[in-house]
């Protein structure tokens, strides 16, 4: 059939025929529970082509760039368990893990359960009255946070929680400077870009917004300086936004007494301290919440990513009492429509669900000691290319010394049927951050993959 629905000019009429039967084509596919070899084709064709004319060209020409030969053209289409496998039936081993949203696995059926029993009751909330699932959520978060922790504003991505964040700290103290880390990622809507440390992401859309000072991540000193010279000016710091280890960056662990030393700085001066745990949190480090490897509480912890269990989006900016209470007197000082909806709630109820009785942080800490000495042993005697593999729990990076050895690492992976992928901060580190269901038969997998491979690379 025709794909052009529309003729060359953008002011005829749409012919709604045309769109009626493609969409029809589109929702008997999504119908199916097997597509044969005449659907794999149309739906590879009609992918690459609308992502050329209608999403973004770039996308294709970054696959290509982290595939070998044609494969740049795979299309994912069903998922389940540590693995997914494109529209050919090809099967993939997730490393990546969506950048940290499949702690729990793909699909695990309880998540799935509870948003599907959810779904054939309410799927989204009236706006009015008071929705159960978020009251006991908060009730849930406040429980398994750290320390007292207590409030919760729901949200649909990591960026909002960010947001949401940074509104609270200002609607605390009339103060208006932030401290941020180099190498951070914090998000990408303008506030949380403020946050976030590279240029190319930023400087296109400067100025940002105002008061966002940068220290180097892991010096104590600097940030000691920076909060001293921010007193004398009147500049007083609101708060510092910190991910405890740092993921895009590069899975950058902060040095063992960084974390309680800005807490205690923070005190000192009066700023409120932000744990940015969109990636750390829910398990992956290998304790449900990153914090509490160093014992440190935050005033306000974001969470996202993971936390709708890689069903549903959804985020949460939990906070202390004392700040939470600004916003008390005007609950719509900041609200949004969909975060905290009855399906992202029922997603994240089960998720902890399974967090907790899987035992997935722990299993996080054993599974990644083994991966991480596993994939050390492979890199011997490549030290001319692995610069160092370091990681906690199942948040492991692997830096090589150019840019273009992970490259090749990454497509010679793929080829094998294992995802894995850069960070955006820093290219030369590539990530595993597999599902922390991920069993050890896979883990064996991906680690002779890696050996193979590198042994490849090196011969080059
Ligand atoms: C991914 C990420 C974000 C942004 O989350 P989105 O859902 O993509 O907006 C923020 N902070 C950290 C630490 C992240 O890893």
Redesign the pocket.
Known sequence: MSTQVKSESKNTQPNYENVKAYINQVLGLIEKDHVSTEDAEWITKQTVENFREHVNPGFLEYRKTVTKDTQFAAVEWSDSGSRFKDVNGKEYIDCLGG??IYNVGHRHPKVVKAVEEQLNRQALHSQDLLDPLRAMLAKILADVTPGDLKYSFFV???????EGALKLAKSYSDRTTFIATTR??????LG?LSGTAKSIFRKPFQPLVNGFRHVQYGDIEMMRKTMEACAITGDDVAAVLL?PI???GGIIIPPKDYLKQVRDLCDEFGALLIF?????GMGRSGKMFCAEHYDVVPDIM?L??AFGGGVM?A?AVVAKEKVFKTWFDNPFIHTTTFGGNPLACAAAIATFNVLIEENLPDRATEVGEYFLQGLKDKALGHEDKVMEIRGKGLMIGIEFHKDEVGYDVSKGMFDEGILVAGT?VNSKTIRIEPPLTIDYKEVDQVIETFGKVLAKVEAK
């Open positions: 950048f940290g649909n991505s990591g960026t909002e929680a960010v951070a990622f914090h998000g990408k809507s949380s991910e740092q993921g895009e940015d745990e969109v990636q750390t974001c996202a990513k989006p985020g955006l």
